[in-house]
């Protein structure tokens, strides 16, 4: 008698054929992960981390991780109710418009129901296993690129990026205050270093998406001021970074290797920055050769970053 008679009878089920098993869909899984933006999660956290790190006192290992985690899940929730609260602009931009919400992979209001899920659960874990300003801290994180960035700022003025940068310059400040459980002078320096990073970093990137910029109705520097301005803050605010991320070593915190090569990366950053404002360029500010400076310096801005912190980390655990 077969299997499958036996079966029909009530008896034992039949073994399944492993090759008649459909195979793991995961397309779902990368959906939800894309709502976390992941691309990002990996500087935020990474910055976290240095912060964790350089904390003067000591934090249990598990405990340690935890932070991180806590950190990335936020970051990750807080990107999610951005793609939730811009599911509209998303649509119409050619960079955004197949990430899940506008391709109808995942509803909007499930997506914001998971975003809030996120920050609630990592701001009360933060608080129960390092301290609550540490929630607090991470909590107003949230809130500001929620709220401030997202909600107020990147719809209603150019200056959106340059305020709006608050947003992703907590994460060394949160893991300074997980492990110390206080407010100091050095974490609020690393705060300010990312702060005034962010705007050459975005600038580069909207001179070469400002079209889709435009096209969204979001007010980025090159759509309201227009790219010759653009190319300008990029050369400002990367002079005035530049110094800024000599502050550590200033202070006492690092030593002169640190200062040493933190003036080489800012002087290839402010080189990166140089050669955007001399492309060669029209009379409106449009870049002749595709924004080729502005890619290269906005990929470069990436890598200077991950160097610089790996650097003042690297340097005060083994030299200072």
């Not at 874990?125 to 801290?137: I, K, P, Q």
Request: net charge positive; charged share 15%; hydrophobic share 55%.
């Amino acid at each position: 008698m077969s299997d499958a008679t036996v079966s029909g009878m009530g008896g034992a089920q039949a073994p399944l054929d492993a090759s008649m098993t459909p195979p793991l869909d995961t397309s779902e899984v990368r959906d939800w992960i894309t709502l976390l933006k992941p691309r990002v999660l990996t500087l935020v956290v990474f910055t976290g981390v240095i912060g964790l790190l350089v904390a003067p006192g000591h934090i249990h290992p598990v405990l340690a991780l935890t932070a991180i985690l806590c950190i990335t899940i936020a970051a990750g929730a807080a990107g999610a109710i951005n793609m939730w609260y811009d599911r509209d602009i998303d649509a119409v931009m050619r960079r955004t418009e197949k990430r899940p919400i506008p391709a109808g992979r995942i509803a909007a209001e499930s997506a914001l129901a998971y975003g809030v899920l996120l920050a609630v659960g990592s701001v009360a874990l933060m608080g129960l296993a390092t301290n609550w300003l540490a929630a607090g801290v991470l909590a107003g994180s949230i809130g500001f690129y929620v709220f401030i960035y997202t909600m107020w700022l990147k719809r209603r003025t150019p200056q959106n990026i340059v305020i709006g940068g608050a947003a992703g310059a907590f994460p060394p400040l949160i893991g300074w205050v997980a492990v110390t459980g206080s407010i100091d002078a050095l974490p609020l320096v690393l705060f300010a270093m990312i702060f005034m990073w962010t705007p050459p970093h975005f600038w580069a990137l909207s001179l070469w998406a400002h079209q889709d910029y435009k096209r969204a109705g979001v007010p980025m520097l090159p759509v309201i001021a227009g790219a010759r301005e653009t190319r300008r803050q990029v050369v400002i605010y990367t002079i005035l970074l530049v110094p800024l991320t000599l502050a550590p070593w200033w202070m006492g915190f690092n030593t002169a290797a640190y200062g040493v090569l933190a003036t080489a990366l800012g002087a290839n950053f402010l080189r990166h920055a140089w050669l955007v404002w001399r492309d060669e360029q029209d009379a409106t500010g449009v870049s002749l050769t595709g924004d080729l400076p502005a890619k290269r310096c906005f990929k470069y801005s990436i890598y200077y970053l991950f160097l610089l912190f790996g650097a003042l980390a690297l340097d005060r655990l083994v030299l200072a």
